[in-house]
C-alpha cells in the first residue's frame, strides 16, 4: 500500500526508516519531509497544517495509511478532517481525534482526567486572568520549587520550575497577564514539584487494546550533567536501566491500564500513541505529562528496538485488532545523540553545509532540521539538526557508538552533549 507520515523531524525520518523496511509499504511519502526521509521516501512540498492539501495529497497518490508525527495538526483536529471527507472513508490513520488530542492539547484537561480516573501524578490547581489573585495568593503557601505550567501547546517551552516565590509570581504574571506563550497560556496549572527519575513510556493503542513500547529517557538540558535550558531534547536512551520489570508492571497497570480505560468512560475512540512522560519516586510512577503522538528523540531509539514488522502493527491498531499482532521488542540498547545548530536552544543560524556524514558507520543517522541544496549538498536546516543512534550488546557499547558518530559529523557550529548514557552507566554500576 502507498503510505504517507506527516512530519519533517527526526522522528519522522525514524518512522520513514522502519515503515520503508516493511513488505507492506510500496511507495512512501513524508510531508514536508527533510534530507533524511528523502533517501527513504519521497518528500512532498506541502504543510503537515495544511489540511486541504494533505487531503488532496491523499486522493491524487492513493494514499491508504495515513500516520500524524507531531501534535499541532492532531490538537488542531486534523483526524477529524480527514474522517469527514467521503473520499477518504476508507483511509486508515494512526493518530488520535481532536478529543483524544487533549491529553497533550491541555494541561487543565489531562490532569482533571488523571484526578478523574485515579491516575498517580502531581497534586495541582489551575487558574485564569479571571483568577489571578487567588492564584497569586496560593503561590505564597506553596511548597518550593513550584511547577507553572501553560495550558495548552507552547513548542516544549510552556513549563516553568521557579525555585523562589518571587520568580513563580513573575512566571504567574508573564503566562496570564503578559500573555508569553499567547493562547496557549489562558489557563495556567500549578503543580506540585516531584523529587525522581525521568523517563516516557510510549503505548499504541486500538481504542482498546494496547502494546507497550521501549521505555526510553530522554536528556532535555542543552548543557552536560542537566544544565542550562530547556531544548527539544538532546539524546536518549533506551532501555532504561531504573525501569525493572516490578516498576513497568506497576505502569502498566496503575497508569495505562486507568488511562485506556478513563478515554472509553468519557467516549473518546483513541487509534494511535500515547506518550506517558514519568517520574520514578522511590520506585512509584507518576504522571508528569500525556502527549498525543510519539517524543522526539526517544522515537529515534524506541523504534530501532522494535523487531517486529511496524506496518503491521499500524494497521492493526487502525483496524482494532492489536491483539492479532506479534509484537518483538530487542533486548539490545539504543543511544542516540542529537547534533545541534550552535546558538540553540536560542537564535541559531540555519545553511550550514554539513560535511563527512558519509564516513559515519556503526550507527542509523536520523535527520532533523536538515534540507538540501542545488548541488545536492546536506545543509542545516533546524536547532536541531542530526540524531545519531549507536546499537549495541551493552549500554557502554551504544553510548560509544552514538558520541564516535557525533565527533565525525562537521557543520559551522555543531554542538552536542558528551554524556549521553553516562548518568545510566553510573547507576547501572
Known sequence: MNILILGSGGREHAFAWKISQSPHCDELYVAPGNAGTAQVATNLPISFNDFEAVAKAIVDLKIKLVIVGPEEPLVNGIVDFLKARPELSRVKIV??????????????????????????????????????EDGLAHLTSHALPIVLKADGLAAGKGVIIAETLNAAKTAMN??????????????VVVEQFLRGIELSVFVLTDGINYKILPEAKDYKRIGEKDTGLNTGGMGAVSPVVFADENFLRK??????KPTLAGLQAEGIHYVGFIFIGLMNVKSEPYVIEYNARMGDPETEVVLPRIQSDLVTLLLAAADQKLTESDFVISSQTAVTTVIVSGGYPN???KGKKIADIEKIDEVVVFHAGTTT?????????????????????????AVNKS???????????????????????????
Do not use: H
Open 373 to 397: 541544496n542545488d548541488k545536492g549538498e546536506i545543509l542545516t536546516n533546524g536547532g536541531r539538526v542530526l540524531a545519531l543512534t549507536g546499537i549495541a550488546n551493552s549500554l557502554e557499547g
Open 347 to 349: 537564535a541559531y543560524e
Open 95 to 132: 493518530g488520535p481525534d481532536r478529543l483524544g488530542a487533549q491529553l497533550e492539547g491541555s494541561k487543565d484537561f489531562s490532569k482533571n482526567f488523571m484526578f478523574k480516573y485515579g491516575i498517580p501524578t502531581a497534586a495541582s490547581r489551575t487558574f485564569t486572568p479571571d483568577t489571578l
Open 174 to 187: 508573564e503566562i496570564l497577564v503578559e500573555e508569553k506563550f499567547g493562547a496557549a497560556g489562558n489557563k
Open 251 to 256: 505502569v502498566e497497570q496503575k497508569i495505562v
Open 403 to 429: 558520541q564516535k558518530a557525533a565527533a565525525a559529523v562537521q557543520f559551522e557550529g555543531k554542538y552536542y552533549r558528551k554524556d549521553i548514557g553516562l548518568d545510566l552507566i553510573r547507576y547501572k554500576d
